[in-house]
Structure formats: C-alpha cells, structure tokens
C-alpha cells in the first residue's frame, strides 16, 4: 500500500520525539523561560501517545485506547496553551486537563469503550475543538509581527477543521472493525494529517520560542532592573518616535535622596525609587507615554503628543499621590521636583535634545526655588527662542 500506517505512526513520532527534545533543550539554556518547557510537554504527549499506539499487538486496550488517546489529547490541551502563554495570556489548566479528563471517564463506561465509532467521535471532536482554540489565540495576536504565526494558525485552523469533519463524518461510514482500526482510510489521512501539522507546527513552535526569546532579550535591554521602568534606552527611541507630533516631557528628581540613603541605608532608597516608579506608571495618562528611569534618582516622563496642560496635570498628580503616601506607607514624606517642557512637532533633528535641556533647565530652578514643586519651560518659548534666554515659571506644592 501506499499509506502504511505504523510507517506514518513512526514518522510523526519521529517528528514530535526531536520537537520535544529540541524544545527541552532550549529550555535547560533559559530555565526561567518556561514556554519551551510547555511546547515540549505537549510533543512529549504527542510522542507518548503515538508510541503506545505502536504496541496495540502486545499491550492491553487501556494503554493502547486510554491512555495512549489521553496524552494525545493532553499534546492538543498543552499547544493551545503554549500559544496563550507566548502572547502573555495565563495557562488556564481546568481547561487542559477536562479533555483528557473526559477521555479517560467515557472510557470506563463499557458502552463507549467497546464501541469504536464513538470512541473516533469523542476523540476526533475533543482534537478538533483544541486545535481550533490555538487557532483562535494566534488569530487574536495576528498583529504582532512574528514569522511563524500565519502558518502556524494556518496548520492549527485546517487541523480543527479536518478532526471536527472526521468526528462528524464517521457515523455515516460503514463500522469499523476494532482489529483493523489502523488500516482504515480515515486513520490513514488522520495520521497522514498529523504528519503534516506536526511538523509544520514543529517548526513553527521553534521559531516562535527563538522569536520571543529575542523580543524578551531586547525588552530586557531596554528596561532598568531595580525599578522595572523602561530605562534611558528605550526612553531615547519614544522621543526620537516623537518628532513629528511633538511631546511633553517631565524631568522628575527625588528630593534629598542622598539624605534619605545616609538616614535609611541603600535597601530602603532602592524601596523607595521602586515606590516612586510605581507612582509615575500609575499617574500615565494613555499609551504610548512613559516613565523611564534617567538615572540614579531622576526620573523622565514622556507624553507623546502632548502639551503643557496635560503635563502640568500629570506633575499635578504625581504630588498629589506622594503626599498621600501614594509611593509607600512607609514612605510618605517622599517629595520630588519636576521641571516641565514641551515642544510641537514636527521638530527638527535638533529638537529632541533642545526639549531635554529646557525640561532639564526647568527641573533645577525648582530644586532652586526649594523643591518639592514644579517649574515649567512654556511651550512656545522652546519652540521660539536661544535656549539661554529662556524664562522659567515655577509652582510651588500649594499652588498645584
């Protein structure tokens, strides 16, 4: 015959076997990512299944039938959650498990387990509906720009709908007898399907592991690890994104930090940084705006798109939620100065360095005028005049 099926069990166990190693390989490199330890899981299934399918002349029907379409069905639950997990979404494991759950319960009725027919229904219905849901969890993420994506929901969408048919299709097909279940036509190009899936799935899971270690290693590169706020980095590429709808930009420094580390020791002014970060994001007024860690105990937010009022709002804020003790219970006598500038787009290549100094300029004249306030560089004089003749008004706390 053309289609051997223990020839085409062997294959796609061949193909999920290496997938599986491969995928734990990775892992063992970064043990802190943990999607190649469910990708692998879920080929590691696959390879259980299928490789106790192979002993159907030897092995009672509990492990060739249950057990064997039960890690199956665990391989389907594990993908799609792989697929959630990779684009940020929680493994949701009721989930996983009720397919194979189910699986192993209908087989302990006596009716559905000598019945072949309804055994290829069940199992072909709870595949199909698996398969579909990875489909759809790489449809909801189709914006973002990954290669592996569009052939990967592509195999995920035409596997659901060929087990879904299969299911629907076999009560209308003359009975199977259980002693030939292997070399029936629809186990055939079942197998044969799986084949394909596999390993285009196979190659889609690996190139999604690489991809999103890469977005992760950059993401990293990009972020300051004591405050988890994006750092000077990634806060330069927002405002170089910036110049052509201008932006606003807050310089924000902690007042007497210096002090506050002599008095309280280092651990507690690295409490206190991480407390005032967890204030900064939380006063943002809409994406793509940023708070980014400058350096040592400065801070910068980013409106793109903004303008003076909408700045002055959220210097306002960040006083109001510091001296309600916003950054810390522990931590409520933390003040901060912030000097305020804005500049309208589009700018010229100059423009993201003349905005930096004015806010800058800003910041220190209010750590001038005694801190713990805001002053501003108005608008228009950042767009207008030398950066040396430029005025500054200041507010102080009582005045926001």
């Known amino acids: 015959m053309i289609l051997d099926s223990l020839t085409l069990i062997v294959a796609v166990l061949l193909v999920t076997m290496t997938t599986c190693v491969t995928c734990l390989l990775s892992w063992r490199d970064a043990p802190g990512d943990r999607l190649p330890l469910l990708f692998g899981a879920a080929f590691g299934g696959q390879t259980a299944g299928l490789g106790l399918q192979l002993g159907r002349q030897v092995l009672p029907p509990v492990f060739t039938v249950d057990l064997s379409n039960a890690g199956m069905l665990l391989c389907s639950g594990l993908l799609w959650s792989g697929h959630r997990r990779?684009?940020?979404?929680?493994?949701?494991?009721?989930?996983?498990?009720?397919?194979?759950?189910?699986?192993?319960?209908?087989?302990?009725?006596?009716?559905?387990?000598?019945d072949v027919t309804a055994r290829i229904v069940a199992m072909s219905l709870l595949v199909g509906v698996m398969f579909l849901l990875a489909a759809a969890e790489l449809w909801r993420d189709r914006r973002e720009r990954l290669s592996a994506r569009r052939w990967m929901f592509q195999a995920s969408l035409a596997a659901g709908i060929f087990m879904l048919a299969r299911?629907?299709?076999?009560?209308?097909?003359?009975?199977?007898?259980?002693?030939?279940?292997?070399?029936?036509?629809?186990?055939?190009?079942?197998?044969?399907?799986?084949?394909?899936?596999?390993v285009l799935h196979g190659f889609g899971v690996m190139t999604l592991i690489r991809e999103r270690s890469e977005v992760r290693l950059?993401?990293?590169?990009?972020?300051?690890?004591?405050?988890?706020l994006p750092n000077r980095?990634?806060?330069?590429?927002?405002?170089?994104?910036?110049?052509?709808r201008g932006a606003a930009l807050l310089m924000v420094d902690?007042?007497?930090?210096?002090?506050?580390?002599?008095?309280?020791?280092?651990?507690?002014?690295?409490?206190?940084l991480r407390a005032v970060a967890s204030v900064l994001k939380s006063v943002l007024p809409y994406p793509p705006a940023i708070a980014a860690r400058w350096g040592g105990e400065e801070f910068a937010v980013l409106l793109p798109g903004g303008r003076l009022p909408s700045a002055l709002a959220v210097a306002e804020a960040i006083h109001r939620a510091?001296?309600?003790?916003?950054?810390?219970?522990?931590?409520?006598?933390?003040?901060?100065?912030?000097?305020?500038?804005?500049?309208?787009?589009?700018?010229?290549?100059?423009?993201?360095?003349?905005?930096?100094?004015?806010?800058?300029r800003a910041l220190y004249r209010a750590k001038r005028e005694g801190r713990d306030g805001t002053a501003v560089e108005p608008f228009e004089t950042v767009a207008s005049r030398p950066l040396a003749s430029r005025s500054h008004v200041v507010f102080r706390e009582n005045a926001l």
Do not use: Y
């Open 86 to 114: 990779a684009f940020g979404r929680p493994v949701l494991w009721p989930a996983v498990a009720a397919a194979p759950v189910v699986w192993l319960l209908l087989c302990r009725w006596p009716a559905f387990a000598g």
């Open 167 to 198: 299911g629907l299709a076999t009560p209308f097909l003359p009975p199977v007898d259980p002693a030939l279940v292997l070399q029936t036509v629809s186990f055939k190009l079942t197998i044969l399907a799986s084949l394909v899936f596999f």
């Open 218 to 228: 950059r993401m990293d590169a990009e972020r300051d690890s004591l405050t988890n």
């Open 233 to 244: 980095r990634r806060f330069d590429l927002v405002l170089g994104a910036s110049a052509e």
């Open 254 to 272: 902690v007042d007497h930090f210096k002090r506050f580390n002599d008095l309280h020791g280092h651990p507690a002014g690295d409490r206190c």
């Open 322 to 360: 510091l001296r309600a003790g916003g950054a810390s219970p522990s931590l409520g006598g933390v003040t901060v100065s912030i000097g305020v500038a804005a500049l309208d787009g589009p700018w010229e290549s100059d423009g993201a360095a003349r905005l930096l100094e004015a806010a800058d």
